[in-house]
């Protein structure tokens, strides 16, 4: 029948009833009604009747009008016409996803979401159905007649899945296929069982039904919201020829004109299609083979020119390197199709190369996302992602290893220059079916080494004995050695081509890691560097290379000593504000040890500052401090690494040397090395400043107050100091401030402690040390040459006291002295002053000196309160009035905070932002 229609422009709706005039006519030309009236890319002919109609497609007006005058229409000749491009969204999900009813309708929740015009969404069969179809299959051959069970246990699974997922008409309608189709499979498995045998094609029609009856059930699902859904079996669809063992070429040609077919015929909008199934050109049923179903979404997608191709799994994404190995592992962004490749060889959980193929030649970009974590955006893999910020560490995205690998090598003078050698070494590995995984040759071609799966190498090796037995014994070739026991550590990156540098940098890691490198191989692609070695450095290797390239170059591994009251705070400190500094600053502190007097806690990534008090009572073991900075030294993963001691000990303090000769940075409020033997100081310091390893001490002199920083930055910028005067006891400040006769003396010494003031022993503060260790340090950062003997120093520890065994013994005896202090203060009041503890440092005259003064009531001196410390500098620049610091000089928090800040002044230096 022919219709006869004009078209001399026509809008969107006129198309639509120009094919309504058609289905009327008798055509089934729905498909192509909806494609003219909604499909903004349409382009291209439609075959017409006898004549060649051309509808173009105006963009920017969405006019069509045909090429040439009226155009007649012939229903047997209306074309179906399968829309491409744009709108098309295709969308697979495995096993996994399509475990239970649950998830197979998150699946439908997922696919509805999804704005595209067009979706066609691939499902593998629900998870393990696969294997148990392969079963029955199994049974039936090896006349194992409980395959029947097996089959029952199938429909029910599928039986009850439905019922939970469906109801009404859909899902009577699903369990009567599902019926007639199980009695089919029975009737098949029938057969094979007699026969003893299943061909292939038999047993993949078997294996198939997994994916047809999930298919059919989230095409339900779907229906269920009421979009348009259908289902489509692949086979019909899909056309395919082997290409060589366990392998399938897809034909493009033939699949795209069935897929045009099937589409005239059901041209909904969202199709659900079986993956993993496909059929022969002879309408045989077949696979996929491995990965089959990633494989038909990437075909399809190709099929269709899909806007993009979504593998849903149950990962994030792909990581920078195994998370199993290397817990700093990220989730890439974007990878290149070729990067995808190499990673998918080096077992990384991609996509099968082949999976890529199809789409890579329409560069339709496959998104790998996680459909348990719907927030994640996943992995891109695409042409060249756009994401390069030029950087050096941005060329390479990832870190794979394969172990159980030995390495060939082929030794002697007679290779070189003779023709043949390497054609003659590899024909042997081949005639004994070892995989080669990597080869080396340096120019000089005095050998060749190469790398084969260490289950294969003794073969090789007697092979290549053999091959060469005259060679070995006229000399030509020295030797034929075999190194058992190495790994590869592979480096990929698309981008490290054509940038110099990568490679210093992936070596610079490994040899600062102590990682010997036995054989490297760099394909002049430059997409991937590998690397191999013994298999037992691989891992650190790994962590090491990753961690040079994916770290912020402010990542500092902290070590803890002594996590007393300021340690502890210090702890708390980190915790709360460790999140912050990273995302602002991009500073990331790890602490990665603790150690006390008794136990330590070790961690390889970062301790759990949440937890880090509990960790240290349950996890911890024997405090060894050797082993503790071993610990600090040995790890590979972080490229700064800082001890910060918050003990007052000696002995820990006389380490500092050599920490900072192995490069390890020190921070302290502890006062014992500043204020220690001279030559010590001084070698000390000299180091510092020969090595770019730093060594900072704020807090050691008015907790957090910049006292140290102030008066460096006098000396740097040529001020001279004079002297520099103060009350530099937080502890004796307070006991002062408060000693105004409403409370003893010994009750206002033990309100310091408790406030935290106090030296762990209060009589180091009572004693004058502690002030006089200050007024050392800050005399020998003036440049004194003084030793603590030096600083005369006027003790408040009676004398009586001073030999007490315990500071807990000498608080309980202090209030026998209460009765002088009160005498001391009463005569001082008499007189209208007040007593205050005070440092000098003279520099002009070169000493130091500490003493109980009595100063008016209104000298700035008697005007402090709680712990506050008062410091005067007197210099050339300030010398008719002093530079005053003054604020709290004792206590938790504030001393926290200063070797906090001390740690930012770190992260600073090693080029953090400002
Ligand atoms: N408290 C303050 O206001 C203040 C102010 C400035 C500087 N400081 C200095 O801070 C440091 C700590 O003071 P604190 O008040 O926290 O003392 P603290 O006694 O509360 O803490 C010291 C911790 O170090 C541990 N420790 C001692 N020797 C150790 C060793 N060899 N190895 C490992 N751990 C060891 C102790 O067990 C304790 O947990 C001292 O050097 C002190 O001078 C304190
Ligand atoms: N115990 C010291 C702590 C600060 O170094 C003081 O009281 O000042
Ligand atoms: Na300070």
Partial sequence: MTGRVALPVVHRAMVASLATNIRQGGTSAQCWKYDLSQD????????????????????????????AGTISVEQDDVNTYLPKGDMWSVHKFGGTCMGTPQRIQSVADIVLSDSSERKLVIVSAMSKVTDMMYNLVHKAQSRDDSYMIALEEVFEKHMAAAKDLLDGEDLASFLSQLHSDVSSLRAMLSAIYIAGHATESFSDFVVGHGELWSAQMLSYAIKKSGAPCSWMDTREVLVVKPSGPNQVDPDYLESEKRLQKWFSRQPAEIIVATGFIASTAENIPTTLKRDGSDFSAAIIGSLVRARQVTIWTDVDGVFSADPRKVSEAVILSTLSYQEAWEMSYFGANVLHPRTIIPVMKDNIP??????????????????????????????????????????????????????GTSSAIFSVVKDVGANVIMISQASSEHSICFAVPEKEVAAVSAALHVRFREALAAGRLSKVEVINGCSIL?????????????????????????????????????????????????????????????????????????????????????????????????IDL?????????????????????????????????????????????NHVFPNKVLVDCTADTSVASHYYDWLKKGIHVITPNKKANSGPLDRYLKLRTLQRASYTHYFYEATVGAGLPIISTLRGLLETGDKILRIEGIFSGTLSYIFNNFEGTRTFSNVVAEAKEAGYTEPDPRDDLSGTDVARKVIILARESGLTLELSDIPVKSLVPEALASCSSADEFMQKLPSFDEDWAKQRSEAEAAGEVLRYVGVVDAVNQKGQVELRRYKRDHPFAQLSGSDNIIAFTTSRYKEQPLIVRGPGAGAEVTAGGVFCDMLRLASSLGAPS
């Fill in 40 to 67: 903004r890319s349409l382009g291209g002919s439609v075959r017409i009747g006898q004549s060649q109609g051309s509808f173009l497609t105006h963009r920017s007006t969405n006019l069509l009008r045909p090429a």
């Fill in 366 to 419: 496959i998104v790998i996302r996680n459909m348990f974590n719907i927030s994640a955006p996943g992995t891109m893999i695409c042409r060249q992602p756009a994401n390069d910020n030029g950087d050096l560490d941005a060329c390479v995205k990832s870190f794979a290893t394969i172990d159980n690998l030995a390495l060939v090598n082929v030794e002697g003078t007679g290779m070189a220059g003779v023709p």
């Fill in 490 to 586: 592979a480096v990929v990156g698309l981008r490290m081509a054509s940038t110099p540098g990568v490679s210093a940098m992936l070596f610079d890691a490994l040899a600062k890691a102590n990682i010997n490198v036995r054989a490297i191989a760099q394909g002049c692609s430059e997409y991937n560097i590998t690397v191999v070695l013994k298999q037992e450095d691989c891992v650190r290797a790994l962590r090491a290379a990753h961690s040079r390239f994916f770290l912020s170059k402010t990542t500092l591994a902290v070590g803890i000593i002594g996590p007393g009251l300021i340690g502890g705070t210090l702890l708390n400190q980190l915790k709360d504000q460790a999140a912050v500094l990273k995302e602002n600053m991009n």
């Fill in 590 to 634: 790890r602490v990665i040890g603790i150690t006390g007097s008794s136990t330590m806690l070790l961690s390889d990534t970062g301790i759990d500052l949440t937890q880090w008090k509990e960790l240290l009572r349950k996890e911890a073991e024997p405090a060894d401090l050797a082993n503790f900075v071993r610990h600090m030294s040995d």
